[in-house]
């Protein structure tokens, strides 16, 4: 027989509990140490990630105006003023360190 998978509720018990456990052999100070550099690492992956999503969203939107100019055979009027547009909105989202 298969054992039964854990609810999420018995999860997050256990999860405390071994928390608890660790901290108590560890110390305190350390511990926090410890889950403070994981919490940073994290939320820094999380944010590369977020930019990435971006800059491949400003791409794209790119790409899609040049895509319309062309079927739309706007090439040459619209189509500077579009690409303009389209530049200075990728200029606006990028930090100090990537102009």
Do not use: W
Not at 15 to 26: N, R, T, W
Request: glycine letters at 6%; aromatic letters at 6%; charged letters at 30%.
């Amino acid at each position: 027989m298969i054992p039964s998978r854990p609810s999420l509720d018995e999860l997050k018990t256990l999860a405390i509990e071994l928390q608890d456990l660790v901290q108590s052999k560890v110390g305190t100070t350390k511990f926090s140490n410890a889950y403070s550099r994981i919490r940073q690492s994290v939320l820094s992956v999380r944010r590369e990630r977020r930019t990435a999503r971006v800059m491949q969203v400003r791409a794209s939107h790119g790409v899609s105006v040049l895509l319309l100019n062309f079927i739309t055979g706007n090439n040459q009027s619209r189509g500077r003023c579009e690409t303009e547009a389209s530049e200075k909105f990728y200029q606006e989202g990028q930090s100090e360190e990537e102009k």
